[in-house]
């Protein structure tokens, strides 16, 4: 499989493919549009994903594999639970209106899943999905370099550069460097290709380092362990290769007075600040819990993150609660919040581990990143990768039957299941 060829099905186009990748595009173009656009996007992302999820929906023919869809049913429990807690929410109109919202986007990324699965071979959707993701976050990656970001030795975090803020320029460099990894050591590339990803990849691991996303860096770490530990395709020469050059960035980030995490530090002791707002408000959230055992089980309602502290603490914030992972439990209580972790997250992991962890490094981020940034609403910059692969290793372990021949075959360099 070449590039060309990310959205096509043998030789023909794949308008699915197509449409999810508009759907991702659309929400990280956005993050660069302000007023009237930005409000132009957001309609724009709504009527394309109902007319995606539409055209899913409708398209049966001419089908690869007969697919199991009974895992379908950890979607709608888990849509159910939050309606069932909806009732207790403080702002009751507001949370059924953005849970209503929300539905459509989670429906489309799980049949979308169920569509690559009816379609192509479980490796083949894998790569697939990691061409998207990695042309979809490139975007803000060449923003990036053409401003020059990567080619200076000024730190450059918490600027704004072409209306992104440099947090989420660090996280579309991490998410474009680790799965540009991914597909260079699991399918053949042209030499040409592979000495621009090289010499682009080093570039942006530098940039990552001068945008100072701790969030980033945790997730290089991780991925950097995953391939020294666990890869079998890449080679000992590459494998040392990357650990120096990882190493080389953090002992300059721990080392340097001038980097992006000591400089934090310097200015948090200035303003004697012992811990970020974001805890303070989790904290605040979780003493509300523990005062009101009932708001445990129900949860403030869906985005109702700072109307239920200003309604049971008379904590006033404008700020979200900056973390995946505890958006749920506020937002839907503890039993929405444990059936999240126990059918999504970590049944994620644990089959990523298995099956995966040995050839690709894709994972860390779209684990990592969420619980330092909200990206549970559509809208939010990873909220696609993030959904799409938890839906992924749901449904990757269904049955696949082939229903006719597929002479269509991904030359990866060795089948991994």
């Known amino acids: 499989m070449q590039w060309r060829n990310v959205f096509k099905n043998q030789q023909r186009w794949d308008w699915h493919l197509v ?3 508009l759907n991702v595009f659309a929400v990280v173009y956005g993050y660069g549009l302000r007023g009237e656009a930005f409000q132009a996007a957001k309609l724009l992302r709504v ?14 023919r001419n089908k690869k594999y007969l697919f199991d869809r009974h895992k379908s049913w950890v979607l709608y429990t888990f849509l159910l639970l ?5 009732p207790f929410s403080v702002d009751f109109v507001r949370s059924l209106q953005r849970l209503i919202a929300w539905i459509p986007f989670l429906i489309y990324i799980n049949y979308f899943i169920i569509y690559l699965f009816e379609n192509y071979s479980k490796d083949e959707a894998k790569i697939k999905l990691l061409q998207i993701f990695s042309l979809a976050y490139f975007f803000p990656v060449l923003i990036m370099l053409s401003n020059g970001v990567a080619f200076q030795t000024e730190n450059a975090y918490g600027q704004s550069i072409s209306n992104y803020k440099t947090n989420v320029l660090s996280w579309a460099c991490t998410v474009f460097v680790i799965l540009s990894f991914d597909l260079y050591t699991n399918y053949k590339m042209p030499t040409w290709l592979k000495y621009t990803f090289f010499a682009t990849g080093v570039v942006t691991l530098w940039a990552i380092v001068l945008m100072g996303s701790r969030s980033s860096y945790a997730s290089l770490g991780l991925s950097t362990m995953i391939v020294i530990w666990r890869s079998k395709i890449s080679s000992i020469y590459l494998k040392g290769a990357i650990a120096i050059c990882i190493a080389g960035f953090a002992y300059y980030i721990i080392t340097s007075p001038n980097s992006v995490v000591n400089l934090r530090s310097e200015y ?14 989790a904290e605040h959230a979780f003493q509300i819990f523990e005062n009101n055992p009932s708001v445990f089980f129900t949860g ?19 700020l979200a609660s900056h973390n995946s ?7 839907g209580g503890g039993i929405t919040f444990i059936f999240f972790l126990c059918f999504f997250v970590f049944n994620a992991v644990i089959k990523y581990y298995r099956f995966d962890s040995q050839y690709f490094i894709f994972m860390p981020p779209f684990l990592i990143i969420p619980y330092f940034e909200s990206n549970l609403n559509a809208g939010q910059f990873l909220f696609f990768p993030w959904m799409t692969f938890l839906f992924y290793y749901l449904h990757a372990s269904s049955n696949q039957y082939t229903l006719q021949q597929n002479a269509y075959e991904e030359p990866l360099k060795e089948a991994h299941r």
């Open 325 to 331: 992972y505890l958006e749920i439990l506020f937002s």
């Open 47 to 60: 009527g394309l994903v109902i007319a995606s999820l539409g055209s899913i929906l409708w398209s049966g």
């Open 300 to 318: 403030f309602g869906f985005d109702n993150f700072q109307a239920g502290l200003q309604y049971y603490g008379g904590v006033q914030t404008e």
């Open 19 to 21: 449409m999810f990748f």
């Open 268 to 281: 948090a002791t200035i303003r004697n600040q012992r811990k970020e707002v974001r805890l303070e408000l």
């Open 82 to 86: 939050y309606f069932l807690v909806s």
